[in-house]
């Protein structure tokens, strides 16, 4: 028989030698428990935050509803299942027999033996859209090498398959309840990975081994720490949030506050070329996050980049707002936005036609801006360019299982009570959408391996959230998400003005992610045929962010084109062609090729309103004004 294999670490201990090491970090976490009570007092009365009080006042019982509106839909479930009971026996026999196979091959390795070739691979198709054998989860060795850890790992892997087939194979439920069921049964799997909890985790009790405990005191440490940031709740750090600084260390491209109002500061960036394209650029970000995603680092910075292409590059930075900007709507988003901004960069330049490029939700404005324009006869947007955006929401994603009309009751009478919905509750929400990636590596990072957050600027800008006004808020909700109105004809009015999205003839410039999760692909491309015109469809590689902050010279994403836009998106797929690079480039030969005539740069005069960013992206307000 063949020698018992054991996890190796640096230095072997026989396992007692931990039991005074787990002793003792009981001691003194009870101690760091207690400083933290202390602290936490002199804040505020611990016993509201034990009562069951939110950080903005409001009951968690009153939050509950919006978060968890799933028992009636898996009642639905439970009953469907009910109605075939002898599929569903037939499914436990197969489980428990392809468990016995597990439970052979795991037996075999214990003792020393061969697996035994005529036996099948029980766990090969694995969970999601994940296969276990590249599952990121378990990709250390100690998963594979060790036996007793490996039977753990293919064990769960082959329960998490049996829930997700039987789940799957339920019929006759209704599309929102089936949507549901999924999400929430794979977030259940997802959170009873064996990675998840220190004693089946091999990295983690290695580790453990190692430091004779002291990572589970430091991830203790870490867990307080990110306790106290979100004052009771829960709020992870993905990055070193001291790392950065905006102005200092991200969003340090130099530029000017050229024009402020209650709803924005307008950016104009400083040329890096004598001559520039005689047409500016105005770039409009979502408001759910801060601008300067598209100025992170010097190295991948868009906005460095277009200025050095010849682009006089306008961006707007929303404000951040509180409970007295809570009846602003979608419409002032519009006038006091992007209007607003058009009618500025006239009067700095003047030139009439702006090239405008929308990222995400500020695309989605961007459009519904390029609407109510073409219906008035109004051509100042020239051009459109619309990144990871979305304009018909027939296919959002798993976001919609959170926007049924119950669930939106519940979040209207919250944000009424306060006037805004909290960042950080969007931000949560979106997180859920790839919790293994954005929640569970990191609570196995921090709170049990007690690794220190690491700077990360894509990280560090998807945790700096903005509020957003309950009005508009629920408005795109109603009318985008749940009821898909922007692609009908003359469904939606803005201000004053019925929006045809097949009028907008202006040429369009489509960005798709491949993997987001936010806006699908396949949904952005819907969105782009309901505009006339000339139009261009690219998909890049990557993610909601990691795909549109994807500069050249670094290279680590291609991008998929077809110049044939065929009317299904897989059509239009099977045809393309890859390149290696940047989307970046193609933009670039796109947009300049529409206009290409140029002027002298125009250097922006210094003047009262400030340098960049300037001061909405840290919250500030201090009135209007104009360069």
């Given amino acids: 028989m063949g020698k018992k294999r054991h996890m190796q670490t640096g230095e072997e201990r026989p396992h007692e030698d931990i039991r005074p090491v787990l002793a003792s970090i009981a001691q003194r976490s009870r101690r760091l428990v207690l400083d933290w009570l202390a602290r936490v007092e002199q804040e505020g009365p611990v016993e509201a935050l034990l009562a069951g009080h939110a950080t903005d006042g409001l009951p968690l019982s009153d939050m509950a509803p919006y978060m968890m509106r799933i028992g009636g839909a898996f009642l639905e479930m439970a009953a469907r299942l009910a109605h075939d009971p002898a599929r569903l026996a037939q499914a436990q026999l197969g489980f428990w027999r392809d468990y016995l196979v597990l439970w052979q091959q795991g037996a075999r390795r214990m003792m020393g033996l061969p697996p035994q070739e005529d036996l099948p691979d029980v766990t090969l198709t694995g969970t999601g859209e994940e296969a276990p054998k590249r599952d990121r989860r378990f990709r250390d060795p100690l998963w594979q090498e060790n036996e007793v850890f490996d039977f753990i790992r293919q064990s769960y892997l082959l329960s998490a398959r049996f829930i997700q087939d039987q789940i799957g194979q339920v019929g006759g439920m209704s599309p929102d309840a089936a949507r549901k069921v999924d999400f929430y ?248 959408l790839r919790a293994n990636d954005l929640i569970w590596s990191f609570v196995v990072n921090h709170y049990l391996m007690g690794e220190t957050p690491v700077p990360f600027d894509l990280l560090h800008w998807n945790s700096d959230g903005t509020r957003m006004p309950a009005r508009m808020h629920i408005f795109y909700l109603r009318t985008m998400y749940r009821d898909n109105l922007l692609v009908v004809p003359n469904a939606v009015a803005l201000a004053g003005t019925p929006i045809d999205l097949s009028r907008v003839t202006a040429p369009a410039y489509f960005l798709a992610t491949r993997e987001d999760h936010i806006a699908p692909w396949r949904t952005i491309y819907r969105g782009m045929q309901a505009l006339g015109g000339e139009r261009r469809f690219v998909l890049s590689g990557a993610g909601h962010v990691a795909g549109i902050v994807n500069p050249p010279g670094i290279g680590k994403y291609g991008y998929w084109v077809n110049d044939c836009l065929a009317d299904e998106p897989e059509e239009w797929l099977a045809d393309t062609t890859e390149i290696a690079g940047s989307w970046w480039t193609d933009w670039n030969h796109w947009v300049t090729a529409l206009a290409p005539e140029k002027c002298d740069a125009r250097h922006v005069r210094d003047h009262e309103l400030g340098h960049a960013p300037g001061t909405y992206v840290n919250d500030g307000y201090i009135g209007q004004g104009r360069a």
């Fill in 185 to 432: 049964t794979r977030h259940f799997i997802d959170a009873m990975s064996p990675a998840n909890f220190w004693l089946t985790n091999p990295q983690v009790l290695k580790r453990t081994i190692d430091t004779r405990g002291e990572n589970l005191l430091r991830g203790l440490n870490n867990l307080l720490a990110d306790l106290e940031r979100g004052r009771g709740r829960l709020r992870i750090r993905m990055t070193d949030i001291e790392a950065f600084r905006t102005g200092e260390t991200i969003a340090t491209s130099p530029g000017f506050v050229v024009y402020r109002n209650t709803m924005m500061e307008l950016i104009q960036y400083e040329p890096q070329t004598e001559r520039v394209l005689r047409r500016p650029l105005l770039i409009v970000p979502p408001w759910i996050n801060k601008f300067y995603i598209l100025d992170l680092q010097p190295h991948n910075s868009f906005v460095r980049w277009a200025t050095a292409q010849g682009h006089t590059v306008f961006v707007i930075s929303w404000i951040n707002p509180d409970e007295t900007l809570a009846g602003k709507s979608f419409d002032d988003y519009m006038t006091e936005g992007v209007f607003a901004a058009l009618d500025e960069i006239a009067r700095l330049t003047g030139e009439r036609k702006v090239n405008g490029i929308g990222y995400c939700l500020g695309g989605t404005l961007l459009g519904c801006s390029a609407g109510v324009l073409a219906a008035r006869g109004d051509d100042r947007l020239a051009s459109t360019s619309f990144l990871a955006t979305m304009l018909d929401f027939c296919d959002p994603g798993e976001i919609s299982v959170f926007i049924d009309e119950e669930q939106l009751r519940d979040m209207e009478a919250r944000m009424n009570r306060r006037g805004y919905l909290d960042g950080t509750e969007m931000s949560e929400t979106f997180n859920l």
